[in-house]
């Protein structure tokens, strides 16, 4: 739950808990309650506008390029700002989000069958790896594989570019 959403559920009027104690239960820190904040000052709309005139022409621009697009231009501004727009108008930079650590729907989750053996001999067990590193108009497939024993690793790379394998 958010802090203003639990700054909603305190009673200032409730017969038994106080406000400290209501704020010590509900984790909202007690300046919050008894001063307002201040609004932020965001009413300016040519900066929104030419913030939106970039976007629209590199949608995939995030709010520290844009920041530094704006200052380039010679207006002063700051990225938290840039960011507070940004939200205000409902736009965020396209592109692919890193998606590592979600497994596929239906993914069989293997058991560790290393569990307990001792390695003591080369060829005994052997691990191994891909990535890709992106480069110029294609990618650069790396793989590498290690003996767990003697750690001699072994690498292979091959570079696919965007037209074809």
């Given at each position: 739950m958010s802090a203003p959403d639990r700054r909603a559920l305190l009673d200032r009027d409730h017969v038994r808990l106080s406000v400290r104690r209501q704020c010590t239960l509900l984790g909202v820190v007690r300046s919050s309650v008894y001063r307002a904040p201040c609004p932020a000052n965001d009413n300016d709309p040519a900066l929104?506008?030419?913030?939106?005139?970039?976007?629209?022409?590199?949608?995939?621009?995030?709010?520290?390029?844009?920041?530094?697009?704006?200052?380039?231009?010679?207006?002063?501004?700051?990225?938290?700002?840039?960011?507070?727009?940004?939200?205000?108008?409902?736009?965020?930079?396209?592109?692919?989000?890193?998606?590592?650590?979600?497994?596929?729907?239906?993914?069989?989750?293997?058991?560790?069958?290393?569990?307990?053996?001792?390695?003591?001999?080369?060829?005994?067990?052997?691990?191994?790896?891909?990535?890709?590193?992106?480069?110029g108009r294609g990618f650069l497939y790396l793989v590498a594989i290690i003996d767990w024993a003697s750690r001699f690793c072994q690498l292979s790379g091959r570079v696919a570019h965007l037209t074809g394998l």
């Open positions: 929104m506008r030419r913030i939106d005139e970039l976007f629209t022409a590199w949608p995939f621009l995030g709010s520290r390029r844009l920041t530094a697009m704006l200052r380039a231009e010679g207006t002063v501004v700051n990225r938290k700002r840039v960011q507070r727009l940004m939200r205000l108008m409902g736009i965020a930079a396209l592109g692919p989000k890193p998606r590592t650590s979600k497994p596929a729907t239906g993914h069989k989750v293997f058991l560790y069958l290393l569990r307990g053996l001792t390695i003591d001999r080369p060829n005994q067990v052997w691990a191994a790896d891909i990535t890709y590193i992106p480069i």
